[in-house]
């Protein structure tokens, strides 16, 4: 019995296990991990790479603003004398 696998019904493919925010279960025929192409760790990692832009985004943001900052900064330790 070991090592034997359950396929699922005939006529039924295995389902995502994803749930939704209402706690709906997502529709999409799931791949081997039990997850459809949207919610498997690829999905994962893609939100990786969203996150990472935006962390970019704020980085270059200060960066592009630093010198405007550190001039405030500088005014601000002037006018505190
Ligand atoms: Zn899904």
């Known amino acids: ?10 006529g039924q493919e295995p389902r995502c ?3 939704g925010r209402s706690g709906e279960r997502c529709e ?4 081997e991990d039990g997850f459809c ?4 760790p ?9 996150a990472r ?7 270059l943001g200060i960066a592009v603003l630093w010198p405007l900052l550190a001039d ?6 002037h006018w505190r004398r």
């Open 42 to 50: 690829d999905a994962a990692w893609q939100f990786g790479v969203a």
């Open 72 to 77: 405030l900064w500088r005014a601000f330790q």
């Open 37 to 40: 192409e949207r919610h498997g």
């Open 53 to 59: 832009r935006k962390l970019m985004a704020v980085l």
């Open 1 to 10: 019995m070991r090592g034997q696998v359950v396929n699922p019904a005939e």
């Open 28 to 31: 999409q025929a799931a791949f």
């Open 17 to 19: 296990l994803h749930l």
